[in-house]
């Protein structure tokens, strides 16, 4: 029996999610339905996902950070260019209930997935995407990171001395808060 079973059903244990791609909005996302009890599985490819690789770092060398993202979370490895990922891939995503794709952030070298096709066959797939900029609008097409998302947003004036440039704490806000609104968008439905 593992911790799972010994807590109590949650409002989403009924759920099965999969991650995919690596992003740090679509893995706090996720990390919300598994901590509400989902069932929440993270494809990561052969090397793992980059996350795993994000300070601050415990003194053995693992990532905190990814600790904390993947908290109540299964992993699962395929990797991108293997014979059958995309049909893999694809019969996961049919099985489940809630996808939180993070690949317009970091494909993880995935092969394009057709989500299109899979919500014909599955119409009640729920798909949560994380993108920089989304899929459509003046912006679509550019990348970004957290400090661009920050900048843009006003909050980098925030942090830092009145007198001198902008400092960037390495808090991950945004992406916190963008994980936050994809598990409320859900819930509030």
């Known amino acids: 029996m593992d911790r799972k079973d010994k807590q109590p059903p949650g409002v989403l244990s009924h759920l099965r999610g999969i991650e995919i791609g690596s992003s740090d909005a679509s893995s706090y ?9 989902a069932d929440v599985q993270n494809i990561e490819p052969p090397r793992g996902d980059r996350i795993r690789r994000t300070a601050p770092l415990t003194v053995k060398g693992q990532s905190a950070w990814f600790a904390f993202l993947n908290f109540n979370k299964s992993s699962t490895i395929i990797g991108p260019a293997a014979a059958g990922t995309i049909t893999r ?7 489940c209930d809630v996808l939180i794709d993070g690949l317009d952030v970091d494909s993880a070298n995935y092969p394009p997935i057709d989500v ?3 919500r014909e066959r599955h119409s009640g797939l729920i798909q949560i995407e994380a993108s920089w900029f989304g899929r459509g609008g003046p912006y679509a ?7 661009t998302i920050r900048a843009l947003a006003g909050l980098i004036k925030l942090v830092g001395p009145a007198e ?5 704490a390495p808090d991950f806000q945004t992406g916190n808060l963008a994980g936050l609104w994809g598990l409320s968008r ?3 439905r």
Do not use: M, N, Y
């Open 29 to 37: 996302c996720a990390r919300l339905f598994a901590d509400f009890r």
């Open 89 to 95: 891939l694809t019969a996961l995503i049919e099985d």
């Open 116 to 118: 299109a096709a899979i």
């Open 141 to 147: 097409d550019f990348a970004a990171a957290d400090s």
């Open 164 to 168: 001198g440039p902008p400092s960037h």
């Open 186 to 188: 859900r819930l509030l």
